[in-house]
């Protein structure tokens, strides 16, 4: 099995961009797929990037995401910051045996 | 629209068993891989189990393994959570999710249901 490794928290000004890094600890991260998740507090996650780079529909296109091979990491990178994406952001994958890896969170503070 | 509905969290004592439902609507459930995920009191996403649209292939996290069963019944579009030997550490808010596409990935949640694991 493998772990997915976040950043505790980010803080970034409105109208600036972020990156979150999620650095998998063993194995390629090209070899699943990676998802991202916006939590707000009191809320269900919902899903702000899926399939490394993908966007889901109504998810405005300040949202990114993609691998780094060298890095074994993935990203999700919000610019022009509003206000509104202060949240959780979790990355998530799967292993070999079928079973889902989350990573441990990000907390975004937009000030 | 899709909903998902899950219930049956409540407080119980260690040791104790629960079984949590899910109650889908707004899409094929039957053509669907479903997962449970939970989420502990002010902690991150935990992943616990999948089970395929047929019920055939179910997997578990290794914290779960042996303790927790996942059932669904596709005549009454219905995901199921058996949880027993109930420790402290299962404490949490538990999610029933849709998988799109045998992706891995959750396209939709519920709203969770909280189990309280205390003496």
């Known amino acids: 099995n493998f772990m997915l490794t976040q950043p505790h928290s980010v803080s970034e000004s409105p109208g600036k961009t972020v990156t979150i890094s999620c650095t998998r600890s063993?194995?390629?991260?090209?070899?699943?797929?990676v998802q991202w998740y916006q939590q707000r507090p009191g809320s269900s996650p919902t899903t702000v990037i899926y399939?490394?780079?993908?966007?889901p529909s109504g998810v405005p296109d300040r949202f990114s995401g993609s691998i780094d091979s060298s890095s074994n990491s993935a990203s999700l990178t919000i610019s022009g910051l509003k206000t509104e994406d202060e949240a959780d952001y979790y990355c998530?994958?799967?292993?070999?045996?079928?079973?889902?890896?989350f990573g441990g969170g990000t907390k975004l503070t937009v000030l | 629209e899709v909903q998902l509905v899950e219930s049956g969290g409540v407080v119980v004592q260690p040791g104790g068993s629960l079984r949590l439902s899910c109650a889908a609507s707004g899409f094929t459930f039957d053509d669907y891989t479903m997962h449970w995920v939970r989420q502990a009191p002010g902690k991150g996403l935990e992943w616990v189990s999948l089970i395929s649209w047929d019920g055939g292939s179910t997997y578990y996290a290794d914290s779960v393994k042996g303790r927790f069963t996942i059932s669904r019944d596709n005549s009454k579009n219905s995901l199921y959570l058996q949880m027993n030997s109930l420790r402290t550490e299962d404490t949490a808010l538990y999610y029933c999710?849709?998988?799109?596409?045998?992706?891995?990935?959750?396209?939709?949640w519920g709203q969770g249901t909280l189990v309280t694991v205390s003496s």
């Open positions: 063993s194995g390629s991260i090209a070899s699943n797929y």
């Open positions: 399939e490394d780079n993908q966007r």
């Open positions: 999710a849709k998988d799109w596409n045998d992706e891995f990935f959750f396209d939709y």
């Open positions: 998530q994958s799967y292993d070999s045996s079928n079973r889902g890896v």
